[in-house]
């Protein structure tokens, strides 16, 4: 027994959506491409003088002071730590890096707590 063969045009479609678009297929030539607004022609074109003064945006950068408390960061790993060392007065995430602060030199203890703004200078 032979197969059959049957003959059929395969239609493709003229663009894959898993393929990359060209520049040229994406904008034709006399096409320009979409150009950034500066913050200077957003301003401009917001006419944020008309906006109450007491508002904040992005001509009047001050806001009132935040209700929610500030986060408290680790000083070493940078995430955010819910406890600190009452010898060394740094902040840490868990007990790995309680077990680096716990072994640092007061130098660096130092450091880390003047980072954060915090040293205590010792006369």
Known sequence: M???????????PTHMSFKRIQ??????????????????????????????????NYVN???PPS??????ICDITGF?????DPRTNLRYA????FKLVRSLPNE???RYLALRKAAVVLR
Request: hydrophobic share 30%; aromatic share 10%; with cysteine.
């Open 2 to 12: 032979e197969a059959e063969v049957i003959r059929a045009e395969l239609v493709l």
């Open 23 to 56: 520049m040229y297929e994406k904008y034709p030539k006399g096409q320009s491409k979409v150009r950034w607004k500066q913050l200077k022609q957003i301003i401009q074109a917001e006419n944020y003088q008309n906006y109450d003064p007491d508002e904040p």
């Open 61 to 63: 950068i001050e806001s």
């Open 67 to 72: 209700m929610q408390p500030c986060k408290r």
């Open 80 to 84: 955010e730590a819910p406890y600190h």
């Open 94 to 97: 868990n007990a790995d890096v």
């Open 108 to 110: 660096y203890v130092q």
